[in-house]
């Protein structure tokens, strides 16, 4: 009863607040009793506004949206003016948009957009992911008002978060699944990302994730490394056969068999050492010191042992190399000497 009365009062002093406040704002679609107009995006909202009672005189009226003064045109401000919001777009969410007559800033009236919108989340999509790398998907779940629950679920059935090393986040706009490290029987297969929306029910996106083989890449440090002894083993390489080129020209001298290039005998050990590295292993099982323990680990490591390999194959590139020159050298060499003789 007390309930019902204060309801009545409520509206009772709504009523007059709307009398005295010297407007009314008409709209289309209906504004509530809080002075909410609820609609969507791409519709259309009308607003009329006009002084109430009898206006003696030619009354002027003006629009202000948050605030701000809204254009009107000549004929629309006197008597009565209107406003027309199409299409509603998601910023006119939470719009006032006021009504006030011109020479008395009190006579006012206000009424508020509520636009609504759905999750946007439909369709499918195709996800391809390198074997132990990272998944990561972002569903977009922003919506007015907001979703009441997100779910995600894989191959159909909720996704076991402990078991494949998932997690969710949830900022209010995105709900986002990610993984670490993915394996292929664990975190391949379709995932479902699916709100539920108090007015627009249920929304879902679907993603297809397949997971395909690691690819190898090349080592950076080894690389540049690689690089650089190529540089100036081709420096030096042919720094020492000009050398021995100009000798010969200026006085017919014996050859110089001396090899500047030490370098490279490095690959020679290296390709030893790589040829017995299984062997190395075996050895360095059987001792006991820590410091053969450290080497094991060394030649354990998959990562560390790809960089050898490479280093290797660059060093043996680079021995052919040399052999080559020294071919061309000599060549050059024996060409100079029979013209001199
Ligand atoms: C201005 O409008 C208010 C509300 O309608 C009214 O109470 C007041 O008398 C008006 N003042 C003048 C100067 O017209
Ligand atoms: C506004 O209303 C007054 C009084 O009814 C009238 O005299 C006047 O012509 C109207 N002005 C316009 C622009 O319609
Ligand atoms: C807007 O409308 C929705 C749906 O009726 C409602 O749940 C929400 O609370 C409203 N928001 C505001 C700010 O009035
Ligand atoms: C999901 O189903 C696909 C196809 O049947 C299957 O290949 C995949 O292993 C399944 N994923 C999981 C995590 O069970
Ligand atoms: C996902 O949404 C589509 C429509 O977009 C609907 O047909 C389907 O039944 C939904 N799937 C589930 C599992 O809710």
């Not at 909720?158 to 699944?177: H, P």
Request: overall charge negative; glycine content about 4%; charged content about 20%.
């Amino acid at each position: 009863m007390e309930l019902m009365f204060g309801a009545l009062l409520f509206h009772l002093l709504l009523y007059c607040a709307n009398q005295t406040s010297g407007v009314t704002i008409q709209t289309v679609p209906t504004v509530d009793s809080e002075g909410v107009i609820q609609t969507e995006l791409e519709k259309t909202v009308s607003l009329v506004c006009q002084p109430d009672g009898g206006h003696e005189a030619d009354e002027e009226l003006q629009w202000l949206r948050n605030g701000f003064a809204v254009h009107l045109t000549e004929e629309n401000r006197m008597n009565h003016s209107s406003v027309c919001v199409t299409p509603v777009l998601y910023e006119d969410n939470g719009a006032t948009f006021t009504c006030r007559r011109r020479n008395n800033a009190t006579a006012t009236a206000s009424v508020t957009l509520n636009v609504t919108y759905r999750p946007q989340l439909s369709g499918s999509e195709e996800v391809s992911v390198e074997e132990e790398s990272m998944l990561v998907l972002p569903c977009d779940i922003w919506a007015n008002p907001p979703v009441s629950s997100v779910s995600w679920s894989l191959n159909g059935s909720a996704v076991d978060l402990l078991a494949g090393g998932f997690s969710v986040t949830n900022d209010g706009f995105t709900s986002t699944i990610s993984a670490d490290k993915v394996e292929k029987s664990l975190h391949e297969g379709t995932y479902q990302c699916t709100a539920e929306s108090p007015i627009y029910g249920s929304h879902n996106k679907t993603f297809i994730v397949t997971l395909t083989d690691k690819t190898l890449t090349i080592p950076l440090m080894p690389f540049i490394a690689g690089l650089v002894v190529v540089f100036f083993t081709v420096l030096l390489a042919v720094a020492s056969r000009w050398n021995r080129i100009r000798k010969v020209n200026a006085a017919y001298d014996d050859i110089l068999l001396h090899n500047n290039v030490r370098l490279l005998s490095k690959g020679r050990v290296l390709e030893r050492f790589w040829a017995i590295r299984k062997h190395l292993q075996m050895f360095l099982s059987e001792q006991k010191n820590a410091k053969a323990k450290q080497y094991l680990d060394f030649l354990q490591d998959d990562e560390k042992m790809e960089c050898v390999a490479f280093l290797v194959d660059v060093t043996s590139h680079l021995n052919e190399l040399n052999l080559k020159l020294q071919d061309d050298a000599n060549l050059l060499q024996r060409t100079f000497a029979s013209d001199l003789e």
